[in-house]
């Protein structure tokens, strides 16, 4: 169906073809049935270096060096998760409960969380992470963004990110995340030193900027004071905004030309339109409605609206401790009005969108052999069978990781 001539650099790097494909979910419109998913039915794929060098029908695979026969499970592109809190220490398992009792979430659980990580080793955070990461691999995320955000001080915030760095590219500086205990009767002076010199020692290890822009939080101007200083540093801009309440954050995100706006809980018609008109991906985290029982984005009203979206979990220990986009997938679904489809490829191609990538979320000559092997016929059973372990094998850069 389609193929890539091999790059010179790949000339003697084995081949794999993986033969006996049910359905292929290429996440390239260009391919199969020509949806935004390109789905391929009876497919194969090629796999070389660490590309995807050629998809199509399996009796049309060309020779390679090696083998490997799903036995007719579907498979689909490996998770983006856009949206994660790894470094952390803690548990806040008690606040959870309390929520569930009936207590409503607020943001200033996060300082608890300050607390416990700043105690840690950096030893202790790097583990806890490095735990998470090998957690999410196993239930088929591939690209894991991770921000900082627990440590608070120049100190803490640096190596947050220092150990984030070490497990993926995609790092985000959130100095912004809330102001700590110690300084809650001076937040003007807390921006000054994220802006100052806590920007300066995270901007070598982070490619991102963010805030929480939320009452509670950090207001728009604040937030814009955090990202248009981290943009002169050289970091990309997302944001944290409207998730408890409406605000200006997505507003201030698209006009700043934000890869991303994350929550988007309560959104107005104009801030619909914003998004639709900067290309602003809104990311929505069903785990986060899901842990602290609150209202369901509408993602319908998203979709009508032309606004790109995206799928991730916000893993965090305050407001969504879960690991799992199969599980946020079948939120989506189910509580946010997304067809199957629809929530596979915001949590694919659409986390890739709210990273800038083009390499990921898609399987398609060229991009990234990561790849998740289901024991399911569909992918629309990630939604029909929820918190069903149904990640067969996963491939990360063409090396099987799982399974
Ligand atoms: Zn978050």
């Not at 995320?141 to 627990?150: A, N, P, R, V």
């Not at 995340?177 to 300084?183: G, I, K």
């Not at 822009?213 to 944001?239: H, I, S, Y």
């Not at 990561?370 to 029909?384: G, I, K």
Request: proline residues 6%.
């Amino acid at each position: 169906m389609t193929g890539m001539p091999p790059s010179p650099h790949l000339a003697h790097a084995p081949a794999v073809v993986v033969t006996g494909i049910g359905q292929l979910v290429t996440a390239d419109p260009l391919l199969g049935d020509l949806s935004p998913l390109g789905v391929v039915t009876g497919a194969a794929l090629v796999l070389q270096g660490e590309q995807v060098v050629w998809v199509g029908p399996a009796a049309a695979a060309p020779a390679a060096d090696a083998a490997v026969d799903v036995g007719g499970r579907a498979v689909v592109p490996g998770f983006v998760d856009s949206h994660a809190h790894l470094v952390f220490a803690g548990d806040r398992a008690d606040e959870f409960e309390a929520r569930m009792a009936g207590r409503r979430y607020a943001a200033g659980g996060i300082r608890r969380t300050v607390e416990a990580t700043r105690a840690a080793t950096d030893e202790q955070l790097a583990a806890r992470a490095a735990s998470l990461v090998g957690e999410m691999l196993r239930q088929g995320t591939t690209t894991i963004e991770i921000k900082s955000g627990y440590g608070l001080t120049v100190a803490d915030e640096a190596r947050s990110l220092a150990v984030a760095r070490t497990l993926t590219t995609e790092t985000t500086f959130l100095g912004a995340h809330v102001v700590p205990a110690e300084m809650a009767d001076d937040p003007a002076e807390y921006v000054r030193l994220v802006c100052g010199p806590m920007l300066e020692a995270c901007a070598p290890h982070a490619r991102w900027v963010d805030a929480f822009c939320e009452r509670g939080a950090f207001d728009a101007d604040q937030a814009r004071a955090v990202l248009t200083a981290g943009m002169a540093a050289g970091l990309q801009p997302r944001l944290h905004a409207n998730q408890l309440g409406p605000g200006p954050g997505v507003q201030l995100a698209c006009e700043l030309g934000a890869a991303a706006v994350d929550h988007c809980t309560y959104l107005s018609d104009a801030d619909l339109d914003a998004l639709a008109a900067a290309g602003t991906v809104a990311t929505l985290l069903p785990g986060v409605e899901f842990s602290t029982r609150s209202p369901w984005p509408d993602a319908r009203r998203l979709s009508a609206a032309g606004v790109t979206v995206a799928v991730a979990t916000d893993c965090n220990p305050g407001s969504s401790y879960t690991s799992s986009m199969p599980l946020c997938v079948a939120l989506a679904v189910r509580e946010m009005g997304m067809t199957a489809g629809e929530a596979l490829w915001s949590a694919t191609a659409g986390g890739a969108r709210a990273l800038r990538r083009d390499d990921v979320g898609r399987l398609s000559p060229g991009a990234r052999a990561d790849l998740v092997v289901l024991d399911a016929p569909t992918y629309v059973h990630l939604a029909y069978r929820p918190g069903v372990p149904l990640v067969h094998r996963v491939w990360q850069g063409a090396r099987p990781v799982t399974g």
